[in-house]
């Protein structure tokens, strides 16, 4: 059932379509459901186009969160909606470009051994290569927090259920964590921009990695509400392994140990200091 997005009480429809409401002689024929709790439009953006709820989601508001993910996707369904396998494709493929070109641009005083290792194999192979790096740290990212949502507080020793219970929210849904944490990644199709305008490109990829870090605790809070510490918490579970793979992955493919773009500890306290910001606020 849909859910008001401002208070998050259910309501049966979101709004109501009535008889030649593509005329427009006679108007659009369409009436936003109104809310019985706060007397508010139930889901605004069910009007609204793409663009609007791109540039929301930018700016994290809790409603177009609530609007995708309770009322125009299912959390609890246990297949990703096409639209989201689309979404996560082409995060996946923009994510190859941009890890290629970080790699590239980083100077060898950074600790980096020298890239010409790589660039020396076939271009298809190098492709091949930050793909399978990308993957790899994607399902590092997706895969703590799916399995540590999962766990069945009933299940978990009586001596630590209690700090479990208050640490670990329970989400029986993997799919729906996956959906948001998608979801909230959108922003990492800023640097797109690339294309139009050139810009120091590990500074802002440093930058979009940052709010993408905002973007999916904020996701996690509004998905399970079980507040921004907890959230966090899986949040900076799920970069940290995400990290560490992507680093023995590169230090494997003997590209160094120095690669700043993907510092454990560059995360974690670029995750410490968003959340500090986030209380002061």
């Not at 009480?9 to 593509?22: E, G, N, W």
């Not at 989201?84 to 005083?109: C, H, Q």
């Not at 905002?214 to 966090?232: K, T």
Request: hydrophobic share 50%.
């Amino acid at each position: 059932m849909p859910i008001c997005i401002h208070c998050r009480h259910p309501v049966p429809v979101l709004y109501t379509t009535y008889s030649k409401a593509d005329d427009r002689a006679l108007g659009k024929g369409v009436r936003l459901t109104q809310c019985p709790t706060c007397k508010d439009f139930a889901d605004k953006y069910v009007e609204h186009d793409f663009v609007v709820l791109f540039i929301d989601l930018v700016l994290i508001k809790s409603e177009v969160y609530r609007h995708l993910l309770f009322n125009r996707l299912t959390p609890s369904a246990t297949h990703f909606d096409r639209s989201i396998i689309r979404l996560g494709s082409l995060l996946l493929l923009f994510d190859v470009y941009l890890t290629w070109a970080r790699i590239e641009k980083l100077p060898s005083a950074t600790g980096l051994q020298n890239s010409n290792i790589l660039q020396s194999q076939p271009i298809v192979l190098q492709y091949f290569f930050f793909l399978a790096l990308v993957l790899a740290s994607t399902l590092a990212f997706h895969v703590p927090i799916r399995a540590l949502c999962g766990v069945n507080p009933a299940r978990v020793p009586k001596a630590v259920r209690g700090v479990w219970g208050r640490l670990v929210p329970w989400y029986p849904h993997p799919t729906g964590l996956s959906t948001a944490l998608l979801v909230s990644s959108c922003t990492k199709l800023f640097p797109i921009l690339l294309i139009i305008w050139d810009y120091d490109l590990p500074s802002s990829a440093t930058a979009v990695s940052r709010a993408v870090i905002v973007n999916n605790v904020a996701a996690l809070e509004i998905l399970m509400d079980c507040g921004y510490v907890r959230a966090g918490m899986l949040v900076a579970v799920g970069a940290g392994v995400s990290n560490l793979v992507a680093w023995v992955m590169v230090w494997c493919a003997g590209l160094g140990t120095g690669w700043e773009g993907y510092s454990v500890v560059e995360s974690a306290r670029a995750w410490v200091e968003e959340m500090m910001r986030m209380v002061e606020v």
